[in-house]
């Protein structure tokens, strides 16, 4: 029987491909603010906060705000697969499809991936935000903002797994230290942030945060119980790219506001090439998938990003 691309499916697998792209979970973009790029490096321009309004007195007083600049040059990715005539002939189960579905999964969680390696090097020297200074860092200040702690520790009492009572400690030790960060004029950063607050974690960690999540409540006056539920803590991200040794980092992002902790800068969508046609598999002998982007994923507002380390 002559190759027919459309008698073996080529579409199919196409389309497995896609919607293992549009399903499952992904953390990265719950926590990147996302930039369209036209050009291989992107100049940007992060604005420093407007001046304090002052008195009206004789006359206006024109005041300049401060504009940080950070160049972010974009990374191209590939994956490339060959699936060979043979097998693809001989395929009776539909594997062959389910083998392009997989590649689909493999590039929605890829960036996953690679948000896990920037959070393991964030408190690493040389790995530094658009300030210069080590992404999460003991001591950083930018303009008037005065010292700013973005990598914390805390105990916790049965090891380095937080109970539920040790999460809703830490909440509230990370909340009060995002309130303590300042803008370049010297005023509280984090208010508007702060309305919603996720954490990333490792799967060790993910009892205890949601059974937190459950106990956030209060005794009124009248001895009603009322529930906060999720008003201190928007939700946790299972990052299970992280590895065992460090289920013990948790990190914590201020999200309720425009900037955010970091950065997706995309040049080129993805492209998704199917090579099926019956000169294109008498060349490879198969069939082949093709596919590109250009993207960096990449460290953006360190006073949106802390770093709490269970001891």
């Known amino acids: 029987m002559p190759w027919t691309p459309d008698h073996l499916s080529v579409k199919g697998a196409l389309a497995s491909f896609h919607q ?21 490096t992107e100049a940007l321009v992060f ?3 407007m ?12 005041q300049g705000a401060r504009d940080f600049r950070y160049n972010v040059t974009n990374k191209e990715y590939e994956l490339s697969l060959l699936v060979t005539r043979k097998n693809w002939e001989d395929d009776q189960t539909g594997t062959i499809n389910a083998r392009f579905g997989e590649s689909g999964e493999v590039w929605r969680t890829y960036k996953d991936s690679l948000l896990t390696t920037l959070l ?3 408190n690493v020297a040389g790995n530094t935000g658009w300030d210069g200074v080590v992404y999460h860092g ?6 008037d903002s005065g010292t700013i702690d973005n990598n914390i520790s805390g105990a916790a009492a049965t090891g380095t797994t937080l109970t539920a009572a040790e999460w809703l400690t830490t909440i509230n030790s990370v909340r009060t230290s995002f309130y303590g960060f300042n803008d370049d004029r010297g005023r509280p950063f984090n208010v508007q942030a702060l309305t919603k607050l996720r954490a990333i974690i490792h799967p060790d960690q993910e009892r205890g945060g949601y059974e937190a999540m459950n106990q956030m409540s209060f005794t009124g006056g009248s001895g009603a119980t009322n529930e906060f539920g999720r ?6 991200d299972v990052l299970p790219y992280m590895a065992s040794g460090d289920s013990d980092e948790l990190y914590f992002s201020a999200l309720g506001s425009v900037r955010k902790p970091f950065i997706y800068q995309e040049r080129t969508a993805l492209e998704v090439v199917v090579l099926g046609s019956a000169d294109d598999v ?12 250009r993207f960096v994923l990449t460290y953006g507002e360190p006073r949106r990003s802390i770093l709490f380390t269970a001891t």
Do not use: C, Y
């Open 138 to 143: 003991d001591s950083r200040t930018i303009g």
């Open 47 to 49: 604005p420093g906060f």
């Open 231 to 236: 008003a201190f803590l928007d939700g946790v």
């Open 51 to 62: 001046p304090i309004p002052r008195e009206f007195l004789d006359s206006r007083q024109f």
């Open 282 to 293: 008498a060349l490879n002998n198969g069939v082949m998938l093709l596919t590109r982007q």
């Open 120 to 122: 393991a090097n964030g």
């Open 20 to 40: 293992a792209m549009e399903a499952g979970p992904t953390v990265w973009d719950k926590h990147a603010q996302t930039i369209n790029s036209t050009t291989d």
